[in-house]
């Protein structure tokens, strides 16, 4: 069945340095990605997506670019800020039998000052 | 303002005392899910619905109940609940149910906790 994976946090950077989570995923058919992002303490908010293949979705300095050759999602951002510390959700939405959404397992990233 | 509201925030019980966890969207959304997230496990779909009185389970629907009888109201009932159902649950709500690429809008959550 479809799936997704994403590396096992958490992600500890400073102030500045450059982020990458990975992303990797299992579909049938043509899914479309998603990152969601977790602040503490609140629910699961879209950060960027991606409707087919060779896409590039972009927000808050955040990309990730739909790899169909490589089933791959992978988050970046170039100088990451100790506001972005949260977890990140990798996620596809595929009609593979019915309508779902398929989340990773989520990626902590704490940043520091 | 456009949201997803879930009730209660935090919620402590004991085993076999059948509660509900409200959630109500104002988007007219047609598609709403309930999701429980476990560390380590990431969020897993317990049910969701179509439309109104359209629902269907989803991967973990063990031990709970829903129902939509309003677009905007989706509750979720857990008849027995038990220690393993100790986890944040939460709601959310997307624009069209047969389209891949809509987005998610997410309550705030519940931390449920049985003893």
């Known amino acids: 069945g479809d799936s997704v994976t994403q590396m096992e946090g958490p992600v500890t950077l400073s102030e500045e340095a450059f982020l990458t989570i990975n992303c990797t995923y299992t579909a049938t058919g043509y899914p479309s990605l998603f990152w969601y992002v977790q602040y503490p303490g609140e629910g699961l908010q879209l950060l960027l997506k991606?409707?087919?293949?060779?896409d590039k979705g972009s927000n808050k300095g955040f990309e990730a670019t739909y790899r169909k050759e490589t089933t791959s999602f992978h988050l970046e951002k170039g100088s990451v800020q100790v506001s972005d510390s949260a977890v990140y959700f990798c996620a596809l939405s595929a009609t593979s039998g019915t309508y779902k959404y398929i989340f990773g397992t989520g990626t902590r990233l704490k940043v520091l000052a | 303002e456009a949201q997803v509201t879930q009730n209660p925030r935090y919620l402590i019980t004991v085993t076999g005392k059948k509660l509900t966890v409200t959630c109500s969207q104002n988007?007219?959304?047609?598609?709403m899910s309930w999701y429980r997230q476990d560390p380590g496990l990431g969020l897993r779909q317990i049910y969701y619905?179509?439309?109104?009185?359209?629902?269907d389970k989803g991967d973990v629907p063990e031990g709970y109940k829903v129902s939509r009888k309003e677009k905007r109201n989706f509750p979720l009932i857990l008849e027995s609940p038990s220690p393993n159902q100790t986890s944040l649950y939460f709601c959310?709500?997307?624009?069209?149910?047969?389209?891949?690429?809509?987005?998610?809008?997410f309550g705030s959550g519940t931390q449920l906790s049985v003893l």
């Open positions: 988007m007219n959304h047609e598609h």
């Open positions: 619905s179509m439309n109104v009185e359209v629902t």
């Open positions: 991606a409707t087919k293949a060779d």
């Open positions: 959310a709500s997307s624009l069209r149910s047969a389209a891949t690429n809509e987005k998610l809008f």
